[in-house]
């Protein structure tokens, strides 16, 4: 069986119910924050009462473009280079992050589009194994 790695450590977890990113939300203000923090950026906060929190499934896709040509170093990916759709995604908790959007066809997406967060592969180390991140993959029928 092939090795699976996460691209970074804390980034995100697989539950029962699906996957979801790991993050923290200030408990005086609501703040959500990815990846965690120690303490609340807001400015109007005064209490600054950090907790973990997880974020995800689900989403709306708020923005989006097609990365058309390989990114320079440090990103990663498998040869030969393939487009990919990058996004925006707000998430139902409130938080707003980016992230890749598995789709065949960039064209058929749309600001709006329901999304849902998933993990998948990144890229391959050269001793086979599979790196794997977050992603986002429209959810419904367009």
């Known amino acids: 069986m092939t090795e699976r790695r996460a691209v970074a450590p804390n980034l995100f977890i697989e539950t029962a119910n699906g996957p979801r990113l790991v993050g923290s939300r200030c408990a005086s203000c609501g703040t959500p924050y990815f990846p965690t923090t120690l303490v609340c950026h807001n400015p109007d ?39 990919y759709a990058m996004g925006v995604v707000d998430l139902d908790e409130g938080l707003r992050v980016l992230g890749r959007i598995m789709v065949d ?20 180390e050269p001793d086979g194994s599979e790196v794997i991140t977050w992603k986002f993959r429209p959810v419904g029928g367009r």
């Open 45 to 83: 906060c005064s209490a600054s009462r950090i907790e973990d929190a997880t974020f995800g499934p689900k989403g709306t896709l708020w923005s989006f473009a097609v990365q058309g040509y390989a990114p320079p170093a440090p990103a990663r990916f498998d040869q030969p280079y393939a487009p």
């Open 105 to 124: 066809d960039p064209e058929r997406l749309a600001v709006g589009d329901p999304v849902e967060l998933t993990l998948d592969t990144l890229c391959h």
